[in-house]
């Protein structure tokens, strides 16, 4: 069975190809027993917002040397879990408060809508003055040097001066710094902490709960009370969060999961239905909630084989399911670090290669976030702000210019879609299928054009990539993007498009379907 280039393999290998995949052979299969797909909940609905989303780094971390990127260490004779660093070390060098504003600045050239910082990353630092732990910006040296020093604060007051939804980073199972406390009152301190993040500073759109799974892996820090805490006390606090702040997104968490982590390139296709495994849930939480807890997570669901793999998954009418939003996470550093660590030099990758990763998940349905860390300082270097403006560039170019549109239309499945094009001269076209209404419903699908030019035989620069009057693909979800030509300058003219949809997870889904001409930019062959 061919694969899609996208997020395969060999586009890892040779990541400046991967806009351009062969065709996908997948084949249609129906499945087993009759299949409702999952629906988004109004807060998963809402993410979709900040498809795109940004990052920024910086915290204790950035003061330490690469070998302590995770600012926790257990002493081996006593067993102890405590971060590596004081709060002392954290003494950015400057006479004037940290502008925050340069962050926001920066993701929103850079076309992004969403930006997260870490108020409380893993070894416990908070970048607030909590009243619920000592280990915090109030007692280092950046705090007495300016008092009620908050960047908690200024960075939310950045975003909503300039439009950026504030997204929140903390890595709730990973507090070096309160490892040695009882469960209960770990749990009181860390519900205070929470409480302050999403109440204090006003509506927090989305909170990144990092670590989340690490309860049932029994992870450190907890070697005070021989590994973690189990299931019930988590359950409890994922409930209380949902309680408090209803209208957060939690992705990472329990409105969805990293996918590919890292990697940024996404492993197409991007289903985003997955089943409960079979386990005892208590009655108060619902089960999606629970979901990233148990084990079945995004990679069973994302970057799967398509239809053949669903079939599987999906044996029975009372197999649970949930509708999970997934996303691939980057940094622009080339080193591949999170921080930017002492000594280090701000390399950030190309044009090119961050073009194709915002390519290969924005414009395949998938979320991405890209992180921009600060430097000592606390601000983002000048060479990392000219690539993200780079990219911004770029990924304008790539989204393009709709030339026509027709919106969610009702289509059979197995079925097809036609519109006439006969006047239109493009080079993509855009999906959409209509989530709130019936969910993903399309698993395999192609695009025929009928009596498109063909090239001279010179200008083909080869047999896999070249200028297609068919295409073909898997999933479709929120939206994806298909390219017709590898030239900005060459469009496609033909008198009709058809969409054909040959996999499916339901007898109906609703279409939106836009013709575009895109400008490739980095992404334009050579």
């Known amino acids: 069975m061919l694969r899609s280039l996208v997020g395969s393999e060999m586009c890892i290998r040779d990541r400046s190809r991967w806009l351009f995949p062969c065709l ?6 129906a499945l087993a027993a009759p299949f409702t797909p999952p629906r988004p909940s109004t807060r998963q609905l809402k993410s979709y917002d900040w498809l795109f989303s940004a990052f920024v780094h910086f915290g204790p971390t950035t003061f330490l040397p690469h070998s302590q990127d995770n600012n926790c260490a257990t002493n081996s004779s006593t067993n102890i879990t405590a971060p ?11 006479t004037d408060p940290i502008d925050t504003d340069q962050w ?4 929103q050239a850079m076309g992004a809508t969403q930006l997260c910082f870490t108020a409380h990353h893993s070894g416990g630092f908070a970048m607030w003055p909590s009243n619920f732990k000592n280990y915090t910006i109030a007692n280092s040296p950046y705090g007495r ?4 020093a908050d960047l908690v604060r200024d960075f939310v ?3 909503r001066k300039f439009g950026v939804s504030p997204c929140i980073y903390i890595a709730p199972e990973v507090d070096c710094d309160m490892a040695m406390l009882e ?3 770990y749990f009181t301190r860390l519900k205070g902490m929470l409480g302050e993040l999403l109440q204090d500073y006003g509506t927090i759109d989305r909170l990144w709960l990092d670590t989340v799974w690490t309860p049932f892996n029994n992870y450190p820090p907890h070697g005070g009370h021989g590994g973690s805490f189990g299931i019930a006390p988590w359950r409890d606090l994922f409930g209380w969060i949902e309680r408090i702040s209803p209208n957060t997104v939690s992705i990472p968490g329990y409105d969805g999961c990293e996918v590919n982590s890292d990697y940024g390139y996404g492993r197409y296709p991007y289903m985003t239905a997955g089943v409960l495994p079979p386990i005892s849930i208590d009655a108060r939480l619902p089960d999606r909630m629970m979901e990233p807890l148990i084990g079945e ?5 994302y970057g799967g084989n398509g239809v053949q793999n669903l079939s599987q998954i999906y044996s029975g009418p009372d197999q649970p399911t949930y509708f999970k939003v997934g996303e691939d996470m980057a940094t622009i550093q080339r080193s591949g670090e999170w921080f930017l660590h002492p000594g280090d030099q701000p390399l950030a990758w190309s044009p090119q290669v961050l073009a194709g990763q915002y390519a290969a998940t924005v414009l395949r349905g998938l979320h991405w976030i890209l992180n921009i860390p600060a430097g000592d300082d606390g601000q983002l270097p000048a060479a990392y702000t000219a690539a993200a403006a780079a990219l911004g560039t770029a990924q304008r170019g790539l989204n393009g210019t709709v030339l026509f549109a027709r919106g969610f239309t009702d289509v059979s499945c197995p079925g097809q ?9 493009y080079n993509a076209v855009f999906l959409a299928e209509d989530l709130a209404s019936t969910g993903q419903v399309v698993a395999n699908y192609t695009i025929q054009l009928d009596q498109a030019p063909a090239l001279p035989p010179a200008q083909i620069p080869g047999p896999a990539f070249g200028e297609w009057n068919t295409r073909a693909g898997a999933s479709i979800g929120f939206g994806v993007l298909d390219l017709l030509s590898r030239s900005s300058e060459h469009m496609m003219r033909s008198d009709t498009l058809t969409v054909h949809l040959t996999g499916c997870l339901g007898s109906r889904a609703r279409l939106a379907i836009e013709v575009r001409r895109v400008e490739l930019g980095p992404l334009a062959r050579q």
Request: glycine share 2%; hydrophobic share 45%; charged share 15%.
């Open 417 to 425: 879609l036609e519109l006439r094009t006969s006047e239109l001269a």
């Open 104 to 107: 926001v600045q920066t993701v």
């Open 24 to 29: 996908v052979a997948f084949a249609s299969a």
């Open 297 to 301: 997570n995004c990679w069973s669901i």
């Open 84 to 94: 590596i660093a004081p709060a002392s070390i954290f003494a950015p060098n400057r």
């Open 145 to 148: 040097r300016f008092p009620g």
């Open 183 to 185: 469960q209960a009152e």
């Open 157 to 159: 007051n950045s975003c």
